[in-house]
């Protein structure tokens, strides 16, 4: 090739690349799992060591999994908006309390109201990296057949709520 083209190519290649990364979202993380069954886990529940919690219990539904911690501030901007879907019974949403300390978990949900279904206790983290999270919140709609569809990274909103997951409960 002509190396007085080389230059040229390599200057547009590299400005194609940034001028469509300006219209990403940054926060917006694509999940490989989308389209795949669910990963398993089998988890004590965060008020009830002696009771488990595995996806497999929730096999029939269509359901939210929403990764959260008491040290996590995003966590307490999302809560009233997941109160409010409780509240309107719109989806059950599993609770996956993630790198906490129960006893801090179950103070929060004392305090400010409990919107899950259940919750699973993840004090390790090791469930949730199967799920691919890195941090909290995120929440994930899982369809009837176990299969997910959808991820969202960072506080659920009722427009984000609308806009990523309502078509799915339909």
């Known amino acids: 090739m002509n190396k007085k083209l080389l230059l040229p190519i390599a200057f547009f290649a590299l400005a ?14 694509p999940s490989p799992l989308i389209g795949k069954p669910a990963p398993a ?4 529940t965060l008020d009830n060591p002696a009771a488990k919690f595995s996806p497999a ?11 959260w911690a008491s ?7 999302e809560h009233p908006d ?11 949403i599993i609770g996956l309390n993630y790198k906490d300390k129960r006893e801090l978990g179950l103070d929060v949900l004392r ?10 206790f993840d004090p390790d ?8 999270v890195y941090g909290a919140p995120e929440t994930f709609l899982i369809d009837r057949d176990g299969i997910i569809r959808a991820k ?19």
């Open 16 to 29: 194609a690349v940034l001028y469509f990364g300006l219209f990403r979202d940054p926060r917006e993380v």
């Open 41 to 44: 886990f089998t988890l004590e």
């Open 57 to 67: 219990d929730m096999k029939g539904k269509v359901w939210l999994l929403n990764v």
């Open 71 to 77: 040290w996590c501030p995003n966590c307490k901007d």
């Open 82 to 92: 997941l109160m409010d879907l409780k509240r309107r019974s719109v989806v059950p």
């Open 111 to 120: 305090k400010t109201g409990d919107p899950y279904t259940v919750n699973a």
């Open 125 to 132: 983290g090791k469930a949730a990296l199967d799920w691919g």
């Open 152 to 170: 969202h990274v960072g506080p659920i909103s009722p427009e984000i709520f609308a806009t990523k997951f309502a078509s799915f409960l339909k």
